[in-house]
């Protein structure tokens, strides 16, 4: 016996509805407010183009300086091709390679396509528009540079991991001669590049790179290992993604207040 | 939970359209959506449809919306829900209404078999068998979990919402594609396909069929990602294009 159907659907549902009972708004609210408040801070942080180095200490905005007024500039003070009527601050050359990487992000995408764009708010919920592009065209096709801002921020990585080895050193004020020591700071630069680097290292397309790219891993076990490492921190890729998203702010904000003298770095030895 | 009483607000109607009822009934301890369901059909309406068969999770036939949420009735229980008030039960939303609970699935059949076909290397051996390391076939056996219950592609909004049935193929079959395309004895490329008629694109990664997939698998981390990759690999990326032109010619 055949069943005869015809394709009539319940109705289409309106922004926001659902049948959902549970506070479904929740995370995305939060997903808002967190990268709002990010994004506020850090917009406001690389335009002042100053106070961003303490001691032996340089925030993860500003590093690398490529252009720069302070003596860690790689290529000495502001270019002479800076357009006039754009403010200058080194961070704003540096800034948009992680900007881009966590804008390009699979995790952050389903985050923000829900959070800043309600497309769609949450699981089963009613979306305010009907038409749909997704990533398959212009704008958003752009997404799939990802793996080149993965590329390019592993570099920067690398400057940031150096920049904690300087944090470990710091010159006597009086005599000038460098000694070994850790202070609060050194350890709020180390943490964020351990988190950052378990942000970056668990990356969907470092996992792609890695092994996830070839179907018979048995015959390369070296890449078989790493693509086992990368899956294991790409398990919690959402984690990594948040708390190195805090505490790259947080360094920043440190450093900060340290070079304007409202908190004291305090010396462990 | 002692023996108590429960209302469960059920859609009743068909494609000429419908409507929730309310059902006042017994419930006990250890009992899932699905028995209060029988019971509503045994004791008031003989005639509500519901589509079922192994009450145990893995048919995947009793998928509908449990007070707005994708799930299996057969593995929905009761003492996870707020019995004080009425239990919306539902068909899924993204394909046609047959009746009641039942819904038209059989897109998913079409579409399944636009997929092209597993096309093995050549046997391993003279007795034409093969040889594949453990390791190797891992990945593609958690994407063999699928039920079929649909209630990823229920879930995805690109269906649910977008009724882009004719343009994306939908978490399931990208898991499916997903595991041929892994395999470790798979020489067909599917990668073309899934950017241009299966529509990988209009995945945005919302991970709502991940949440909700009775058999855990981990749908867009483990496929629909990697699927996108790999179409990144063949046509979009100029520098692994250039990567493989260089190794093919070698």
């Not at chain 2, 897109?107 to 390391?133: H, L, V």
Request: include cysteine; aromatic fraction near 12%; hydrophobic fraction near 40%.
């Amino acid at each position: 016996m055949s069943i005869s159907t015809v394709p009539v659907r319940l109705a289409h549902p309106r922004f926001g509805e659902t049948g959902r009972r549970d506070a479904w708004w929740i995370q995305p609210l939060v997903v808002f407010l967190g990268l709002s408040t990010f994004l506020v801070y850090a917009t406001w942080a690389a335009f002042q183009g100053d106070h961003y180095l303490y001691g032996p200490y340089v925030s993860p905005f500003y590093s690398p300086e490529v252009f720069g007024p302070s003596a860690h500039s790689w290529f000495g003070p502001k270019p002479a091709v800076w357009p006039a009527w754009l403010p200058f601050s080194p961070a704003l050359i540096i800034l948009p390679i992680p900007a881009f990487f966590r804008l390009t992000c699979y995790y952050y995408r389903g985050a923000y396509y829900k959070a800043f764009w309600a497309d769609p708010p949450s699981c089963t919920v009613g979306e305010p528009r009907s038409s749909y592009w997704g990533e398959n065209s212009f704008p958003l096709i752009l997404q799939n540079i990802h793996r080149y801002m993965l590329f390019i921020s592993t570099g920067v990585l690398l400057i940031l991991l150096f920049d904690v080895w300087k944090a470990v050193w710091f010159a006597d004020p009086t005599t000038g001669a460098v000694s070994f020591g850790v202070g609060i700071g050194t350890l709020v630069l180390a943490l964020n590049t351990v988190l950052l680097s378990g942000y970056l290292f668990g990356c969907h397309s470092m996992r792609h790179i890695a092994g996830g790219c070839v179907d018979q891993l048995s015959r390369a076990p070296l890449g078989l290992r790493a693509y086992s490492c990368v899956t294991c921190l790409n398990r919690r890729h959402m984690v990594w993604a948040w708390t190195s998203l805090f505490t790259v702010g947080f360094s920043d904000l440190y450093v900060r207040l340290c070079s304007m003298g409202v908190w004291s770095d305090l010396r462990i030895f | 939970m002692a023996a108590e009483r429960a209302t469960f607000r059920i859609w009743r109607g068909d494609a000429q359209g419908g409507t929730f009822q309310d059902y006042p009934t017994k419930v006990s301890e250890g009992m899932v959506v699905l028995d209060a369901v029988h019971q509503i059909q045994a004791e008031q309406a003989n005639d509500l449809a519901v589509r079922w068969n192994c009450k145990a999770g893995k048919c995947g036939s009793c998928s509908a919306e449990v007070n707005g949420n994708p799930r299996l009735m057969c593995m929905t229980r009761l003492n996870q829900l707020d019995l004080s008030v009425p239990v919306t039960v539902g068909p899924m939303h993204a394909f046609p209404l047959i009746r009641d609970l039942v819904t038209d699935v059989s897109w998913n059949f079409e579409a399944k078999k636009r997929i092209k076909r597993f096309k093995p290397r050549p046997p391993d051996a003279p007795d034409g068998t093969w040889r594949i390391a453990q390791g190797d076939v891992e990945r593609v056996q958690e994407f063999r979990k699928c039920i079929e219950c649909f209630l990823c592609q229920d879930v995805c909004h690109v269906l649910r919402d977008h009724q882009m049935f004719d343009a994306f193929i939908g978490p399931r079959h990208l898991v499916y594609a997903a595991a041929l395309e892994m395999h470790p004895l798979d020489t067909e490329n599917r990668i073309p396909d899934l950017k241009r008629a299966h529509g990988v694109g209009y995945c945005n990664i919302t991970k709502c069929c991940t949440k909700v997939c009775p058999e855990s698998i981990t749908i867009t981390d483990n496929a629909i990602i990697p699927l996108k990759e790999r179409v990144i690999d063949q046509l979009y990326d100029p520098v692994a294009m250039l990567f493989r032109k260089l190794r093919t010619r070698d």
